[in-house]
């Protein structure tokens, strides 16, 4: 009885070792989308950076690239999800 017990806890413990490595994993996938999005955009976006504010023309592309960066993330992540089920 003791060993089916200590064997069930040490599925417990992997499988909490698994949930916090899923956590900061999803962790990382995160901030690398940010800091990608955020290169990206300031790049395709950011002519004069000189200036303390955003042109309109500046701030409207900034948005549009942030929107469409995270929908294209939102799209392939459920790609990828529907892929992994298969």
Not at 5 to 22: A, I, P, V, Y
Not at 78 to 85: C, D, H, I, L, Y
């Given at each position: 009885?003791?060993?089916?017990?200590?064997?069930?806890?040490?599925?417990?413990?992997?499988?909490?070792?698994?949930?916090?490595?899923?956590?900061?994993?999803?962790?990382?996938?995160?901030?690398?989308?940010?800091?990608?999005?955020?290169?990206?955009?300031?790049?395709?976006?950011?002519?004069?950076?000189?200036?303390?504010?955003?042109s309109s023309g500046e701030r409207v592309c900034?948005?549009?690239?942030?929107?469409?960066?995270?929908?294209?993330?939102?799209?392939?992540?459920?790609?990828?999800?529907?892929?992994?089920?298969?």
């Open positions: 009885v003791y060993c089916a017990m200590s064997g069930n806890m040490e599925d417990l413990m992997q499988n909490m070792m698994t949930q916090d490595q899923m956590v900061e994993l999803n962790m990382q996938v995160t901030l690398d989308m940010y800091t990608r999005m955020q290169l990206q955009c300031f790049d395709k976006c950011i002519l004069n950076y000189r200036e303390g504010e955003l900034a948005e549009r690239c942030v929107n469409k960066f995270i929908e294209t993330s939102k799209k392939v992540g459920a790609k990828m999800q529907g892929q992994g089920g298969q």
